[in-house]
């Protein structure tokens, strides 16, 4: 079943955030501990605006476990929902103007897909896929975008088969990616 994700019940949604953005997490955050990622994750997701508020994310759930997740935007509101993040780096002396470009004007833009490595290979992420689609048209949207890492072939071909085509390659945190984008 997947339903919006709740700020009072955010069990397991930072590990899968960290399972599938890996390095970005430490950029997010100003962490390195794992332990302290984690929970600044938490604190962000139980914020109201930030790009990884409970607003923006929905879950997979099967015998009420979260065993996945999408977590997907307006990319053009990504400037309004960095300033909650960027401020918090301000407190622990990191100063950014912005985070590296991972979207274009007028996308609905996946930012996190993350399935519990027990729970791969069952149609899961096609599932989340179907229905952040679904939710991109009901608010209008005529496209989605995401970023694949180019050193991650599987899920490239994920989602090269679901109808996500390359369009460019951005830097984010050091590392290179497939912009890729679906027409709705």
């Not at 929902?81 to 950014?96: Q, R």
């Not at 490239?156 to 497939?178: C, D, M, P, R, W």
């Amino acid at each position: 079943m997947i339903k919006q994700a709740h700020k009072n019940n955010i069990s397991n949604i930072s590990t899968l955030i960290l399972d599938a953005i890996h390095n970005i997490a430490n950029t997010l955050t100003g962490e390195d501990e794992k332990s302290k990622i984690l929970e600044t994750l938490d604190s962000y997701i139980m914020m109201d605006i930030n790009r990884l508020s409970y607003k923006n994310i929905w879950l997979y759930e099967i015998e009420n476990q979260t065993v996945g997740l999408i977590l997907a935007y307006n990319s053009n509101d990504v400037k309004k929902l960095d300033e909650p993040i960027l401020e918090h780096l301000k407190s622990k002396n990191i100063f950014l103007d912005s985070f590296d470009k991972e979207c274009f004007e007028n996308e609905f833009y996946i930012d996190t897909v993350s399935v519990n490595e027990n729970f791969q290979g069952k149609g899961i992420a096609k599932e989340l896929f179907v229905f952040i689609e679904k939710k991109a048209k009901e608010l209008g949207f005529e496209k989605v975008s995401l970023l694949v890492d180019l050193e991650n072939p599987k899920a490239l071909a994920l989602y090269e088969k679901i109808g996500f085509k390359k369009n460019t390659i951005l830097e984010v945190s050091k590392h290179q990616y497939h912009h890729m984008i679906k027409m709705l």
